[in-house]
């Protein structure tokens, strides 16, 4: 059985959430779900979450799993609010522990903070499968960009990530902590491998300005068009590209924010004696020299 898509896209941060589900009144998986956050103000709302929910209740569906691709570093996540709102399960790739440990070190983080993934509700390894009501759904591990990066293959319908862009925007960066060229490179061929009916949901798409945003591509399109890896590129090339290109890329504008959040699975940092909240921002740590 392949799946019903609906997207959102936020122009904000150029990402596509989405919910994916059976049928009206059956169930449903959201899909790297944003928290819209200011950063000049640091103040947070849920826009973007709540339309993803007055979809849901208008189609009346039951969320079982809200899935993380990945901790991703140019959003913060709602995934804490939409499973307080749905009693959804919260699930990403197993290699959040990785990115946890790396990123509680950068950040200074509380003593009691558990890099063991245990603020995830399921942690998925290589080959795991569940289900969305009557969707049968894998877990393929596509490490790379981060070391928790997973697509999930709904039907015939892959979601994947940051692994893959639009064709005339590439692949993903790999300079983050945890990066890998040759590893995207594999996870990329990896997922050529599927069937050529699959159907590739970006998680982001940065359209120049004669264009919308497009949620979708196919394989045909990936394995002739894109700038990276399309056309037959070879490991040694893609690795020489990507590591140029990402030499010359500054650092995402949410990272710090959104890894501190995202880490936690949506949940904010906890409260500091007054009773706020605050983020930390450890200086001098990421990019080049000012």
Not at 116 to 128: I, K, M, N, S, V
Not at 234 to 244: A, L, M, P, Q
Request: some cysteine.
């Amino acid at each position: 059985m392949n799946p019903q898509v609906q997207n959102f896209y936020d122009p904000a941060t150029f990402t596509f959430t989405y919910v994916v589900y059976d049928h009206d009144g059956g169930h449903a998986a959201i899909v790297d779900p944003v928290l819209d956050y200011d950063p000049a103000s640091a103040r947070t709302s849920t826009a973007a979450a709540d339309r993803v929910l007055a979809f849901v209740r208008e189609h009346s569906l039951i969320v079982d799993w809200i899935l993380e691709t990945h901790a991703h570093a140019d959003h913060l996540t709602s995934a804490a609010y939409l499973k307080r709102e749905t009693g959804a399960k919260v699930a990403i790739g197993r290699g959040i522990t990785q990115v946890q440990e790396r990123f509680k070190a950068l950040f200074g983080l509380e003593p009691e903070f558990a890099t063991d993934g245990r603020q995830f509700d399921r942690l998925f390894a290589d080959g795991d499968t569940f289900a969305i009501g009557e969707l049968q759904t894998r877990a393929i591990a596509t490490p790379g960009h981060t070391d928790d990066s997973l697509t999930y293959l709904v039907g015939d319908a892959a979601f994947v990530g940051d692994t893959v862009f639009a064709p005339e925007t590439g692949t993903a960066r790999v300079d983050f902590p945890g990066g890998d060229a040759r590893k995207l490179y594999r996870s990329i061929r990896t997922l050529f491998d599927l069937p050529a009916d699959t159907r590739l949901f970006l998680c982001h798409d940065y359209p120049p300005a004669e264009r919308e945003a497009h949620p979708q591509s196919s394989l045909d399109e990936q394995k002739q068009r894109n700038v990276h890896v399309g056309g037959g590129a070879d490991e040694e090339t893609f690795v020489k590209i990507r590591t140029e290109r990402d030499a010359r890329l500054a650092a995402p504008k949410l990272i710090l924010p959104a890894l501190q959040v995202n880490i936690r699975a949506g949940e904010l940092p906890p409260t500091d004696a007054n009773g706020i909240r605050y983020l930390r921002l450890p200086l001098n740590q990421l990019g080049g020299e000012a």
